[in-house]
Each structure stands twice: as C-alpha cells, then as structure tokens.
C-alpha cells in the first residue's frame, strides 16, 4: 500500500508543514482528560475551554511550542495524612495540545469557576495580487 502525501500532488506547492501539523495533531493522542470544548465566538475568533475542578492558576502551564498550544496541569500531592474512604476525584496530572494554524495568535487565559478559558484570534491575511515581470533570457 503507498502512502500518499501532499508532495504526491505537484500543483500543491509548500503545503509540507501542513502535512507535518496533521500527523503531529494525530500522534497527540485521544486522552479524555481533561475534558473540554472548542467553540467559536466569531467570525475569526475561537475558545478553549477545559474542566480543571481542583486545579489552581499555578497548577497551570499555557505555552505555545512550534505552533502548538500545550496546556498542562500539575497539582501538588497533599495527602498526607488524610485517609479516604473513597477518591473518585482524580488529582492527576495531564497535557493536552492543540495545533495552532499559521495566523492563529493564543490571547487570553481565565479561570472562572473550574474552568480554563483559552480565547484564540485569526488575523485575516491581506489580499494581495503580485504582478510577476518576464524577462528576456
């Protein structure tokens, strides 16, 4: 079986690191935590939002890595001393990333009520026509 790829199709010229951005969104894994929505507020702007119950903004880290937006959470083991007679609340840490398109830029990060709103903007490329002089060889 052959596998294709975007070099494969000669009329789709530079579209290589889109290729590289779609097997890295699929090695990232299908992990279900936390949970979160993406949702989007206009026209060119999106939101994340995950569930972190029990984390506090330092359990937090937002980066932005190669086009990637990596959000972990890290929480501070504090157990000592207490016994539980049942722990269904899970103070693990985790990792979630989210490929970010060329123009995508992170804005601001907010903390309401157990949530982690991550607010995303897409700037609009300008149109532009170039005009390509021939020249004698």
């Given at each position: 079986m052959?596998?294709?790829?975007?070099?494969?199709?000669?009329?789709?010229l530079?579209?290589?690191?889109?290729?590289?951005?779609?097997?890295?969104?699929?090695?990232?894994?299908?992990?279900?935590?936390?949970p979160y929505n993406i949702e989007q507020t206009s026209e060119c702007s999106y939101r994340i939002t995950l569930a972190v119950?029990?984390?506090?903004?330092?359990?937090?880290a937002i980066t932005v890595e190669d086009r990637q937006l990596v959000i972990r959470g890290k929480q501070d083991d504090d157990d000592e001393g207490?016994?539980?007679?049942?722990r269904g609340i899970?103070?693990?840490?985790?990792?979630?990333s989210f490929v970010l398109a060329e123009g995508v830029e992170v804005g601001d990060a907010i903390m309401e009520n157990g949530?982690?709103?991550?607010d995303l903007e897409r700037s609009r490329p300008e149109a532009v026509v170039q005009t390509i002089q021939?020249?004698?060889g």
């Open positions: 052959t596998k294709l790829t975007l070099g494969s199709y000669p009329h789709m530079g579209f290589e690191q889109l290729e590289r951005a779609l097997e890295r969104t699929a090695k990232s894994g299908n992990e279900g935590y936390p119950a029990g984390f506090s903004e330092g359990d937090l207490r016994i539980f007679l049942h899970a103070a693990r840490q985790f990792q979630r949530l982690l709103h991550v021939i020249r004698k």
